[in-house]
């Protein structure tokens, strides 16, 4: 019976102490089989035999139960050792985080029109029918609301479709002359290669006193931007139409994938669309009731700036917040 003992006090786990103890203490151990021999044995002797068994059964217990815990203490200070954490260590992969390109992006153009002296302007996104369409000479069931796929709430509110409400609403608050940029987050019922539901616009407004301002003034600041923005290109403005302005423009530059010579990307022409421009329309100044002003406002979407920039190809890839994309701007 000795080898118990020994087998107990030589265990080096918890683990194979458990094995022990069901092999001696078990249904089926060996104390169950000593006891069930007993029964056999000649009954003025089995008394004698129940007594060394019982002692030898409580010897053994006290033997496995004083194993266990020095064995839990030991497994619980090695698991502790092996799972500490040293906070004083280096690491040293830690990722580092970097503006957003479109927020770059903005913050360039904001930073050249505020070197202009343009003041930046900033509203609400929800805003209501008046500021974002009829104030800006966009009557309702007019067909080029259809322009601009809108997201309405109840009651003629809207998600704005452009930064231009900011410029209203300035307009309606200030007398002229104004000078402003509306940076901000705009939204359309929009959704493909090269459109999503949520950009960034920024648009720019001058007012002045009549006759003060031609397209002339607009065409040079406009050239004057875009090389600031994408350093030696051409720029050339195409006509177009804008409810809001008159006459209208759209301004191309020179494809900075080609240098202008053709490629997929400008879709063989050498050029690539960036902004939208004009000379103020009578009837927004008539609905801010501004008289005897004139005034050039242009607006151009930030994400298509970042990706022609930093050649991004898939307009979608700026949205979904990759760290792989992210860290290429530190
Ligand atoms: N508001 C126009 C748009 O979002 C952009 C624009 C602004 C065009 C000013 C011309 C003049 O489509």
Redesign the pocket.
């Known amino acids: 019976m000795k080898e118990w003992y020994d087998k107990i006090n030589n265990t080096r786990s918890v683990g194979s102490l458990e094995k022990i103890r069901i092999a001696v203490f078990g249904k089926k151990g060996i104390l169950a089989e000593k006891f069930a021999q007993m029964k056999t044995a000649k009954n003025d002797e089995k008394a004698q035999i129940a007594k060394e068994l019982n002692t030898y059964k409580s010897s053994l217990m006290n033997e496995y139960v004083a194993k266990k815990i020095t064995l839990q203490t030991l497994e619980l200070q090695a698991a502790m050792q092996a799972e500490s954490i040293d906070v004083s260590l280096h690491s040293s992969k830690s990722q580092t985080g970097a503006l957003h390109p479109v927020m770059e992006t903005m913050d360039r153009i904001v930073e050249y029109f505020a070197s202009m002296n343009f003041a930046v302007k900033t509203g609400n996104m929800i805003e209501d029918d008046f500021n974002n369409f009829e104030a800006?000479n966009l009557p309702k069931y007019h067909p080029a609301r259809d322009?601009?796929d809108t997201f309405y709430f109840k009651d003629e509110m809207l998600l704005r479709?452009?930064?231009?409400p900011v410029q209203i609403r300035t307009m309606m608050s200030t007398k002229p002359p104004i000078r402003m940029i509306a940076p901000g987050a705009?939204f359309r019922r929009d959704y493909d290669l090269t459109h999503t539901p949520m950009f960034h616009?920024v648009?720019?407004?001058l007012v002045e006193e009549e006759g003060k301002v031609s397209f002339a003034n607009l065409k040079y600041i406009l050239e004057d931007f875009l090389k600031y923005m994408f350093g030696d290109i051409e720029v050339r403005f195409r006509p177009s139409f804008?409810p809001?302005?008159e006459p209208?423009a759209e301004v191309d530059i020179s494809c900075v994938f080609c240098s202008g010579k053709g490629c997929r990307i400008c879709s063989k022409t050498g050029w690539l669309e960036v902004?939208?421009?004009?000379i103020v329309d009578q009837n927004v100044f008539e609905a801010v009731k501004y008289k005897n002003v004139s005034g050039y406002?242009?607006?151009?979407g930030v994400e298509r700036f970042a990706m022609l920039i930093h050649q991004i190809g898939d307009l979608r890839s700026l949205f979904e917040g990759d760290i792989k994309l992210l860290e290429q701007f530190q």
């Open positions: 800006l322009m601009q479709t452009h930064t231009s705009v616009q648009e720019g407004l804008f809001f302005t209208s902004l939208g421009c004009g406002a242009f607006g151009l």
